[in-house]
């Protein structure tokens, strides 16, 4: 499995600033995503990170709000744009080594917006 | 309809119970079947992966998948407390995974 970290692991906002996270994976992936884990909801995918491309959103997530960049086969950002406290939740990187292959969870980032 | 359905508990057993984790799912075109432990502030580690039918054992634990009934299971035997997490299951669609909402698990000592 991979080893994947998440910069910053929590973070405290104010409303209107925006938050980028950054995955790093120790070996090179096929696939990246981004998740959002909210309270008491299920994990929820907002887009797959496409190396070289634009990212591929899910229904209900804009690019103008969640602008995605993955330069390389190891590493991808999430911004969060404009944040409102609504964006409070855990933003969790995932990775895989194949299209239908099983995903590999990093640790997760914990956003607060006040 | 969700495409996957998981009571969220909480579920709370002594310490050497069995366990049942149980996730229905509607679409049968789902062939790969997740579970994910997930411990309080730290990212989903994946337990058990199975693939269509059948059942899978590791340790403890074991997988079990239903795919005519759209069921699958997570069994803990001998529980501990160190067991004591969130549970997520999770099946591959043609790009990405559902998800369940998760079970919170305790293993009273």
């Known amino acids: 499995s991979a080893v994947i970290s998440q910069k910053p692991s929590r973070d405290i906002c104010q409303r209107g600033t925006s938050l980028t996270i950054q995955c790093q994976v120790d070996?090179?992936?096929?696939?990246m995503f981004w998740y959002r884990q909210q309270p008491g909801q299920s994990l929820t995918l907002i887009a797959t990170a496409n190396q070289g491309s634009e990212a591929t959103y899910e229904s209900g997530f804009v690019i103008d709000k969640f602008p995605i960049s993955r330069p390389n086969l190891t590493f991808s950002t999430l911004t969060v744009s404009n944040m409102s406290p609504e964006d409070s939740s855990i933003y969790l990187c995932?990775?895989?080594?194949?299209?239908?292959?099983?995903?590999?969870f990093g640790p997760g980032t914990r956003l607060l917006v006040l | 309809q969700k495409e996957v359905e998981q009571d969220p508990g909480p579920l709370s057993v002594p310490e050497g119970a069995i366990v049942s984790l149980n996730c229905t799912y509607s679409n049968s075109a789902f062939q790969y079947f997740m579970w994910y432990r997930q411990y309080s502030r730290k990212g989903p580690e994946l337990l058990m992966y199975t693939y269509s039918s059948g059942n899978k054992e590791d340790g403890r634990f074991t997988a079990q998948v239903d795919k005519s009934s759209k069921y699958i299971s997570l069994f803990i035997r001998d529980s501990q407390p160190s067991d004591s997490a969130t549970y997520l299951c999770a099946m591959n669609g043609a790009n990405n995974l559902f998800f369940g909402t998760g079970t919170r698990l305790t293993v009273i000592p």
């Open positions: 070996s090179q992936v096929t696939m």
């Open positions: 995932t990775v895989s080594y194949g299209v239908q292959e099983t995903q590999y």
